[in-house]
C-alpha cells in the first residue's frame, strides 16, 4: 500500500514563501495538484521517477519549483511570490508504474490527505 503524507502548508502572506513536503513509502512518478473551493482539482507541476523533467501549470511558472530526494521518497513544491489566487488545498499524488511525468490527475494511483495553504492579500 503507498502512503503519503503531505506537510508544510499554512497562512502565509502575498509574495511570501511556503515549502511543501511529500513523504511517500516508495519511489514514484510524483504530482502536486491543488483544489480550492467551489473548483476542480488542477495540476500543479510533475515531476518524474529519475527527477530529471517537471512540469509545470503556466500561472505557477517561474514562482514554484518542483524536486525530489531520492534516498528519502520525498517530493518538495518550493512556493515562491505566492499569490491570494494560490489559496487551496494541496495534494501530492504518485503513480507506480510509470517513469514520465504525468499531468492528468486521472492517471494518478494514489493521493495524499492534503494541505490547506492560505495567501493573505
Known amino acids: 500500500q503507498v502512503q503519503l503524507v503531505e506537510s508544510g502548508g499554512g497562512l502565509v502572506q502575498a509574495g511570501g514563501s511556503l515549502r511543501l513536503s511529500c513523504a511517500a513509502s516508495?519511489?514514484?512518478?510524483m504530482g502536486w495538484f491543488r483544489q480550492a473551493p467551489g473548483k476542480e482539482r488542477e495540476f500543479v507541476a510533475g515531476?518524474?521517477?529519475?527527477?530529471?523533467?517537471?512540469a509545470y501549470e503556466d500561472s505557477v511558472k517561474g514562482r514554484f519549483t518542483i524536486s525530489r530526494d531520492n534516498a528519502k521518497n520525498t517530493v518538495y513544491l518550493q512556493m515562491n511570490s505566492l499569490k491570494p489566487e494560490d489559496t487551496a488545498v494541496y495534494y501530492c499524488?504518485?503513480?507506480?508504474?510509470?517513469?514520465?511525468?504525468?499531468?492528468?490527475?486521472?492517471?494518478?494511483?494514489?493521493w495524499g490527505q492534503g494541505t490547506q495553504v492560505t495567501v493573505s492579500s
Open positions: 515531476i518524474s521517477y529519475t527527477g530529471g523533467r517537471s
Open positions: 516508495g519511489r514514484y512518478v
Open positions: 499524488a504518485a503513480e507506480v508504474t510509470r517513469v514520465a511525468v504525468i499531468i492528468n490527475p486521472s492517471e494518478y494511483d494514489y
